[in-house]
């Protein structure tokens, strides 16, 4: 398998634009989540799925974030309009069922200049 | 509200020495606890992880500590290498108490340096 894929792996971006980020998830995981990751802030959760139905996006910042999953096999995150602090890592992972390990995807960073 | 706090935020350890990284937690649902390990510029990966049915798992030079009754967990390297140098997060996982099923709580991180 080839892991859990993410693209692009570098966006940058001016402030105000939209920004896709992409996920492909470990075939036959039923757990599908997106991370954000900064100096300031460290590893904070932003949304997950479970069988492709969002369960908690308490993480989410604002409005400016959303996230689909379509299918069993493709995740996005979208953030519209994108803002100088919105700059960070953005991880996505996968796992099979509760107790499974995540598995991580190799980030996009993202600046917004 | 981080619901696992971890320290230190930063260790320095000479090769051959022991690292010790601690984490402790408030939600008694929590009942996975994993570690997990991030080199630059790669994601984090699972490195090893307990149940609170046990109290302390080895794996190689990996041990984890944990303690009920505190509501600690701590992870042991044991002849540390330079090859450790990486970022370590703890975590919590369980149902119940405002957590949610399939969710990890991660500390805040600990950056390792081991010096050869």
């Known amino acids: 398998d080839a892991g859990v894929i993410q693209s692009p792996r570098h966006e940058v971006t001016e402030m105000g634009q939209e920004v896709t980020l992409r996920c492909k998830p470990i075939?036959?995981?039923?757990?599908l989540f997106w991370y954000r990751q900064t100096m300031m802030r460290g590893l904070e959760l932003l949304i997950y799925?479970?069988?492709?139905?969002?369960?908690?996006d308490s993480g989410m910042p604002e409005d400016r974030f959303s996230a689909k999953m379509p299918n069993a096999s493709f995740s996005t995150l979208k953030i519209q309009p994108s803002e100088p602090r919105d700059s960070a890592v953005y991880f996505c992972?996968?796992?099979?069922?509760?107790?499974?390990?995540?598995?991580f995807g190799p980030g996009t960073r993202l600046t917004v200049l | 509200q981080q619901q696992v706090k971890q320290s230190p935020q930063s260790l320095i350890v000479q090769k051959g020495g022991i690292s010790i990284i601690n984490c402790a937690y408030e939600n008694t649902a929590f009942d996975y606890f994993p570690w997990y390990q991030q080199f630059p510029g790669k994601g984090p990966a699972l490195l090893i992880a307990?149940?609170?049915?046990?109290s302390e798992k080895k794996e190689g030079r990996f041990t984890i500590s944990f303690n009920k009754s505190a509501k600690q967990f701590s992870l042991h390297i044991m002849d540390s290498q330079p090859g450790d140098s990486a970022t370590y997060f703890c975590a919590a996982s369980g149902e119940g108490r405002g957590s949610t099923l399939g969710r990890l709580y991660f500390g805040r991180g600990t950056q390792l340096t081991v010096w050869p």
């Open positions: 799925f479970n069988n492709n139905v969002p369960i908690d």
């Open positions: 307990i149940r609170p049915d046990v």
């Open positions: 992972a996968s796992s099979g069922d509760y107790y499974n390990e995540q598995f």
């Open positions: 075939s036959g995981h039923d757990y």
